[in-house]
């Protein structure tokens, strides 16, 4: 089954506002986490990642924040513009994982409003 | 651009047609990957190449053939698609095998008639 979710499947937030994207994972054996952004008609791109012995990663205006105990993963984005809009995935690995570890969420769609 | 370029970006083929995506990197990385991106579904790996030989294919059904001559090139053979083939096909590549961080394409939408 998928370890990785996302709560919400549609994020609409205002341009300028500050947006919360969030995942939740169920494998404790994951140690290695990575969001990655997808615009329309575009692949998935990197932005962030996050390995298990840190809270808090910060990026130019994402942050990352991992809480283990809860198994929870969220993607912040200050001030938000209109080239935000996408749809964001988080996925997550384990030590040893290689490809086949990598276990992709099925994505958040953040929509900027002007 | 990316880096990696995939062509074609949409195919519509026949169930009886064969076909084949192709993708191509230009960042010397040593992985390239398929993966198949289905709506309302996770990224689903399908093969795996480390230094042109395969390395994983998930039990993915033989109408998927995928050839990798060289570590720069990937293709996707397609024969005898079913309707519920129809997906964005994406290549990847990565500088190691296994890497988290994978360069994509922007993907072959494939719909299978």
């Known amino acids: 089954g998928e370890s990785v979710g996302l709560h919400l499947p549609t994020l609409s937030v205002q341009e300028g506002d500050n947006s919360i994207i969030n995942c939740a994972y169920s494998?404790?054996?994951?140690?290695?986490f990575i969001w990655y952004k997808q615009e329309s008609g575009k692949g998935p791109q990197f932005i962030i990642d996050?390995?298990?012995?840190?809270d808090k990663r910060q990026g130019q205006r994402v942050t990352v924040l991992l809480n283990k105990t809860v198994k929870h993963l969220s993607l912040q984005i200050a001030a938000t513009q209109p080239g935000d809009s996408a749809v964001y995935f988080c996925?997550?690995?384990?030590?040893?994982?290689?490809?086949?570890?990598?276990?992709f969420g099925k994505g958040t769609h953040l929509i900027i409003q002007p | 651009e990316t880096g990696v370029t995939q062509t074609p970006r949409h195919l519509v083929m026949g169930m009886t047609n064969k076909k084949s995506l192709k993708c191509e990197q230009h960042?010397?990385?040593?992985?390239m990957y398929w993966y198949k991106q289905s709506a309302k579904k996770p990224l689903e790996l399908m093969f795996v190449?480390?230094?042109?030989?395969?390395?994983e294919n998930n039990s993915v059904p033989s109408r998927f053939s995928p050839e990798c001559p060289n570590s720069s090139h990937l293709f996707l053979h397609l024969h005898t698609l079913q309707p519920e083939d129809s997906a964005l096909y994406l290549c990847a590549s990565s500088q190691l095998f296994g890497a988290n961080v994978l360069t994509f394409g922007a993907g072959s939408r494939l719909t299978v008639l």
């Open positions: 996050i390995r298990s012995n840190m």
């Open positions: 960042l010397g990385h040593n992985a």
């Open positions: 494998n404790s054996a994951s140690d290695y």
């Open positions: 996925a997550e690995n384990y030590s040893g994982g290689g490809a086949d570890g990598l276990t």
């Open positions: 190449y480390n230094f042109k030989e395969q390395t």
